[in-house]
């Protein structure tokens, strides 16, 4: 698998989603895949902001933020010898009145598999 995206449309206002969502060290709370995040810098969540993410099945690895359009996206990326993994988080109005969150996350490097 080189990319991932999902898509869910949520009965609450795009800024709640944002908040939610911008709040990583919070993630715990809600999603089952994240053991903890830490932040390792101060300040509001910005381009530069780094997290140190546990995740059940893998070592922690380091993510630092590389977009930020406030109340809408951020993305974020780790880096490893050989591979490359960014994260989009991206919050949009949707036509009920609520929100649609998508998340992507892309793979890339030469230490990935691929059948081609």
């Not at 009965?11 to 999603?31: G, I, K, Y």
């Not at 101060?42 to 381009?47: D, E, K, S, V």
């Not at 893998?58 to 977009?67: A, C, F, M």
């Amino acid at each position: 698998m080189k990319d991932f995206s999902i898509t869910v449309q949520i009965a609450a206002s795009p800024a709640r989603v944002w908040q939610v969502m911008s709040d990583v060290e919070r993630w715990p709370e809600w999603t089952p895949t994240v053991a903890s995040i830490t932040r390792t810098n101060a300040g509001p969540l910005r381009i530069g902001a780094r997290a140190r993410i546990r995740q059940r099945w893998w070592r922690p690895t380091d993510w630092v933020v590389t977009v930020l359009s406030e109340g809408r996206q951020f993305d974020w990326e780790t880096r490893s010898v050989g591979m490359r993994v960014t994260a989009q988080h991206l919050v949009e109005p949707n036509a009920c009145g609520g929100a649609r969150a998508t998340l992507t996350v892309q793979f890339k490097g030469c230490l990935l598999y691929t059948s081609d």
